[in-house]
T-cell receptor, first 118, second 114 residues
Framework: AQKVTQAQTEISVVEKEDVTLDCVYE???????LFWYKQPPSGELVFLIR??????QNEISGRYSWNFQKSTSSFNFTITASQVVDSAVYFC???????????????FGQGTELSVKP | KAGVTQTPRYLIKTRGQQVTLSCSPI?????VSWYQQTPGQGLQFLFE???????NKGNFPGRFSGRQFSNSRSEMNVSTLELGDSALYLC?????????????FGQGTRLTVV
């Protein structure tokens, strides 16, 4: 079965600390996509990144970086020098793949609530 | 470019009633997916529509249904509401079908069943 696990339910840090959000996934597909979304209190899911299963290069976007490791089925997200505005719930998601005939579906982890205190 | 628009934003219904939620995707996007978010179950996939056809369906009872119109706007309907249907319903819009396109979400409709 396809599954995404975000073991950290809540994380609290002080502003300017670095923080890593963990994501572990399971799938039998060889071609799949991984995503991270941010959900602020307003409720909208904000797209952060998409990564396909053939691209294991790490990605950096400003203070955000992502580490994809197929060997450990992990797709971790690091925020460097966190800010209060980073406070939100972060979701890791896996695309339903060809094997499961669920191409358009996203399987979400349970989310990690990040609280950045001033 | 306007984002994904969901209406209404908030809704209170009584158990046993039915409800219709609306989603207008980003202009040019042809795929619309629906998700239910609850504190207990998290984010769960309801269904996906592409070109007016349902392409995928999640594991929800038949009380949950949807449709897509020729302009790509989508509606979902829940009949015979139960207390457990209280949730945030999110709609996602994608340019095409399948996993190789990004999904952009609306702000959701918060449904409360009393």
């Amino acid at each position: 079965a396809q599954k995404v696990t975000q073991a950290q339910t809540e994380i609290s840090v002080v502003e300017k600390e670095d923080v890593t959000l963990d994501c572990v996934y399971e799938t039998r597909d060889t071609t799949y996509y991984l995503f991270w979304y941010k959900q602020p209190p307003s409720g909208e899911l904000v797209f952060l990144i998409r990564r396909n299963s053939f691209d294991e290069q790490n990605e950096i976007s400003g203070r955000y970086s992502w580490n994809f490791q197929k060997s450990t089925s992990s797709f971790n997200f690091t925020i460097t020098a966190s800010q209060v505005v980073d406070s939100a719930v972060y979701f890791c998601a896996l695309s339903g793949g060809v094997f499961y005939n669920q191409g358009g579906k996203l399987i979400f982890g349970q989310g990690t609530e990040l609280s950045v205190k001033p | 470019k306007a984002g994904v628009t969901q209406t209404p934003r908030y809704l209170i219904k009584t158990r046993g009633q039915q409800v219709t939620l609306s989603c207008s995707p980003i202009s040019g996007h042809r795929s619309v997916s629906w998700y239910q978010q609850t504190p207990g179950q998290g984010l769960q996939f309801l269904f996906e529509y592409f070109s007016e056809t349902q392409r995928n369906k999640g594991n929800f009872p038949g009380r949950f249904s949807g449709r897509q119109f020729s302009n790509s706007r989508s509606e979902m309907n829940v009949s015979t509401l139960e207390l457990g249907d209280s949730a945030l319903y999110l709609c996602a819009s994608s340019p095409g079908q399948g996993m190789n396109t990004e999904a952009f979400f609306g702000q959701g409709t918060r449904l409360t069943v009393v």
